[in-house]
């Protein structure tokens, strides 16, 4: 490659095993740059309107960006876009590893998957060539399994595979894409969409790796940053985002008996410190990237065996799985992450709703007889693990939980709905509106449902400090207290929500890539990477117009579906949370209220259908989709 992108996407019709290639001009790339912006530009060109998310006509994009593969931490993500078969609306997800630096030296940007295979097969890309192999000796087969089979089939170790577990397989509405068998592209159920297009596995493997256009620029950039990690991420690197329980659990907010508190009595048995001291056995890393964060921890004869191919829970699995259901066993949240990457599901959504079953059955709405005698309640160890696998498996009580906390509180009635902690159909992440307020709109707006992922949260904004410096580039020029929710704390979530939307297009890393005050590299950094990668004298204007392009194409696909209104908070949000700092603390729905119209006004969309106005689709170069949205 003689530059930092192929200038090819691949194209395959999996109903007629066909595949061609395509390639855009350059202004494409510029304008979209890769990642989720590129994935929703053949989102919204390619999938019909009302299509359903698990028949052949959704269209599964996995994409990588113009600075995919480069040496320098942050840059080995990949996005999956396609229709939710979660929400119903658009759905996204990133993850990291070596599949998406392996699959840009294999020779694509970007891969469109349409249709839906008559039998199970893989897709095997490789130096350029593109070819659909039989996977039916793979269909069941759990990630660590299918990945083995597929190298020794093809006679390479080093083929990184993407794919589905038999979750996906099962079509559970939160199923995920897994590589290495513990990456994610985790959230919105993209693993269901690529379940039911038979399509097991994406393997590639390459030489053609990515040239920047300004190779002595990328090193500088990649050496400063590299210096630059031990000074502004502090313990990161060494307890991983585990340590996070312990920072939540000081301030009131780690989500506790599915949302009903804030501290959890137990937090330090589930804490990264404990983690690294007692189970940790090798901290884990992206391609090029010097944090090495990721998690491997190993448990025999602690009642639970977990095997550290599967890697080592997150703090969002820690807490959803941990402190959300009462448990305080770091052996079972393991167990649990383990099941959920050899399944193939987004621990999330699993812990999420385990938990609102667990209040269900705890508060008489499910039954014994409904669980087929599993006693679900809060602190049951052997019941949480249980419940992953009945829900992998669409077993027993698992076949209702398989479709979402939402859709089964839909199916189950009897009140249940009060219990739910979602938004747009998604079930919240392990961070809390109550104590982050900005949160609350945040996830009710996301496009793709609830996600902590999508903006900088409030603590950012309060302090003095290197955050503080890094907002003035954004003309953030003010300190903000906490709970306010005034129109400059809106403005500074959406104008980060910008930039974190840019993220997922160049498919950085956002721990890497902030704005947060505590990754290595900060906006000025994102203008000289792209310029060192492409050579494009890019500006940040230039930069966070990508991102809010991304979230205007999120939006627009969501207006297209009729579901682009924000939805409505869940009603425990405004329940006083009970014990610790965060005492007392809930949403006021009148000030929610208010900072809904305030966002939707800023963003320039319509305040009450939320659909992305046509002048600022036009301001944003979208009008290719004004005119079909109208
Ligand atoms: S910081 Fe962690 S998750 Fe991000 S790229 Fe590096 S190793 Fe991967």
Known sequence: MERSYHGKILHVDLTGGRTWVETPPESFYRKYMGGSALGLYYALKEIPVGADPLGPDNVLVLSLSVVTGLPISGQSRATATAKSPLTGAIGDGQAGGFWPAEAKAAGYDAIVMKGRAPKPVYLWIHDGQAELRDASHLWGKITGEAEALIRQELGDKRIEVLQIGPAGE??????????????????????????????????????DRPRAADPEALQRLAKWGAQNIDRTMGTFPLYGTAETVGLQQASGGLPTYNFRQGVFDRFQDIDGVTMYDTILVKRDTCFACAVRCKRVVDIQGKGFEVDPLYGGPEYETLAMFGSNCGIADLAAISKANELCNKYGLDTISCGGTIAWAMECFEKGLLTAEDTG????????????????????????????????????????????????????????????????????VIYSVNPFGADHMSHEHDPEIEGEGPAHERLTRFGILNRIPMHDMGPDKIRFALYTQYMYSLADSLDVCQFVWGPASWSPFGPDEYIEFVRA??????????????????????????????????????????????????????????????????????????????????????????????????
């Open 170 to 207: 099962q079509l559970v509405r939160f199923a995920c894409l897994i590589n290495m068998a513990n990456r994610a592209n985790g959230r919105t159920g993209l693993g269901a969409v690529m379940g039911s297009k038979n399509l097991k596995a994406v393997a590639v493997r390459g030489k």
């Open 373 to 440: 005698g599993l006693e679900l309640r809060f602190g049951n160890v052997e019941a949480m693990v249980e419940a992953v696998k009945l829900i992998a498996t669409r077993q027993g009580i698992g076949d209702l939980l398989a479709e979402g906390s939402v859709r089964a509180a839909r199916k189950l009635g009897r009140g249940s709905e009060r219990f739910l902690v979602a938004a747009r159909g998604q079930e919240y992440p392990a961070h809390m509106p109550a104590t982050k307020r900005t949160l609350g």
């Open 533 to 630: 990668a492409t050579g494009w004298p890019v500006s940040l204007f230039e930069l966070i117009k990508v991102g809010e392009r991304r979230l205007n194409m999120m939006q627009a696909f969501n207006a297209r579906e009729g579901l682009a209104a924000p939805d409505t908070l869940p009603p425990r949000m405004f329940e006083p949370l009970s014990g610790g700092p965060s005492d007392g603390w809930a949403l006021d729905p009148e000030e929610m209220k208010q900072a809904f119209r305030t966002y939707l006004s800023m963003a320039g969309w319509d305040v009450e259908t939320g659909a992305p106005t046509r002048g600022k689709l036009e301001e944003l170069g979208l009008g290719w989709i004004a005119g079909r949205t109208g």
